[in-house]
C-alpha cells in the first residue's frame, strides 16, 4: 500500500485484516482494550510514517491520506471494542469527542499554510505575576495613604490564593500563533451535560489570556451544531471571552486558520453508516447511539 493510491476501502480491508490478528491475541487478556488499541495505532503507524518520510507529497497530499488513515483506525476501533465490551451511551458520546479532537488537530501538524507556529501557553504563576504587575501599577496611580494601599495590596493577595486553590490550569487543548496573532483554542464534542464547573473555568481562562493580551483570541470549536447543544454553550457564545463555532462553523474555521478544506474532505470520505461493518452499526442503531456519529 506504499504506492499512495490506495483508496479508503483498501485502507479498511487491510486493517480489518490485521486488527481480526490482534483481537483473538488481545480478547482475553487483562484490559483487552488497551491492548486493542495499542496494536492498532501501531498498524496505523505503519501506513502513516511512509506518509511523513515522502518528500515528493505536499503537507496537503500527506494530510488528505493521513485523515483516511485515522479515519479507518477510527472505524476499526469501534468495531472491535463494540466486540470486547458493547458500547453504552457514556462510553460512547465520550469517545467519539476523543477521536474526534487528534483528527481536527492534524489539519494544524500538517498544514501548508506559512507562519503558523504551536505556542506554550504561560502557566497560572506566570500570568499572576503579570497581572500582579499591572494592577500594583494602576494602584500606584490611586490617591490613597500607604496604610489604604497595604489594606488593597492585602486583599488582593487574598483573592489570587482563592483563585488559585481551585487549581486553574491555563492550558488548552492548542495554542499557536499566526501571523502574530496568538490563538487558544478548546475543542469540545458537545455540550449535552452538567458543564458548570468547565464553563466556569473557560470563563475565567478566557478573561485571564484577555487580560494578558486583549488581542488574544480564544476560540471554541464544538463538534455538534448549535441547537444540540445545552445553555452552557449559550453562556461561553453570549461571553466577551471566547469565540464559539459549532457544527459546519467549526470547519470553516478550521480552514481559515490551517488553509485545508476539512469540511469538504469530511463530506467526500466519511460515511461512518455505511463504512462500519453491519453487526456495529445495527446495534448502535438499536441502542440510538448512530445520532452521534455526526462529523
Wanted: include cysteine; aromatic fraction near 12%.
Amino acid at each position: 500500500m506504499q504506492t499512495f493510491n490506495y483508496t479508503k476501502e483498501d485502507v479498511l480491508s487491510s486493517f480489518r485484516t490485521k486488527v481480526s490478528k490482534i483481537y483473538d491475541e488481545v480478547k482475553h487478556k487483562k484490559d483487552p482494550t488497551k491492548h486493542l488499541n495499542n496494536g492498532i495505532k501501531k498498524v496505523a503507524l505503519e501506513l502513516i510514517d511512509p506518509l511523513i518520510e515522502n518528500l515528493e507529497l505536499t503537507n496537503n497530499q500527506k494530510l488528505d491520506k493521513i485523515l483516511l488513515v485515522h479515519y479507518c483506525m477510527y472505524i476499526v476501533m469501534i468495531e472491535f471494542r463494540n466486540r470486547i465490551s458493547p458500547y453504552e451511551y457514556m462510553a460512547f458520546t465520550r469517545r467519539i469527542g476523543e477521536l474526534w479532537e487528534p483528527f481536527c488537530k492534524l489539519c494544524w501538524t500538517f498544514t501548508s499554510e506559512e507562519g503558523i507556529a504551536v505556542t506554550i501557553p504561560p502557566t497560572f504563576d506566570e500570568a499572576k505575576i503579570h497581572l500582579s504587575r499591572n494592577l500594583n501599577n494602576f494602584i500606584g496611580t490611586l490617591n490613597l495613604s500607604t496604610e489604604q494601599k497595604t489594606e488593597l495590596d492585602t486583599y488582593l493577595e487574598l483573592i489570587w490564593e482563592l483563585v488559585s486553590s481551585g487549581g486553574i490550569k491555563l492550558k488548552s487543548d492548542l495554542h499557536f500563533e499566526k501571523n502574530g496573532v496568538k490563538y487558544n483554542v478548546d475543542f469540545k464534542s458537545g455540550f449535552n451535560s452538567n458543564e458548570k464547573g468547565n464553563t466556569n473555568r473557560l470563563l475565567m481562562v478566557g478573561s485571564i489570556f484577555k487580560k494578558l493580551d486583549p488581542a488574544y483570541e480564544n476560540i471554541i470549536l464544538v463538534r455538534a451544531e448549535e441547537k444540540d447543544n445545552n445553555h452552557y454553550l449559550q453562556t461561553l457564545k453570549n461571553s466577551d471571552q471566547w469565540n464559539v463555532f459549532c457544527g459546519q462553523e467549526t470547519y470553516d474555521k478550521i480552514e481559515e486558520l490551517t488553509g485545508f478544506p476539512l469540511k469538504v474532505w469530511i463530506r467526500t470520505n466519511i460515511d461512518w453508516k455505511n463504512d462500519l461493518d453491519k453487526d456495529t452499526i445495527d446495534y448502535l442503531t438499536n441502542a440510538k447511539l448512530d445520532q452521534y456519529l455526526s462529523w
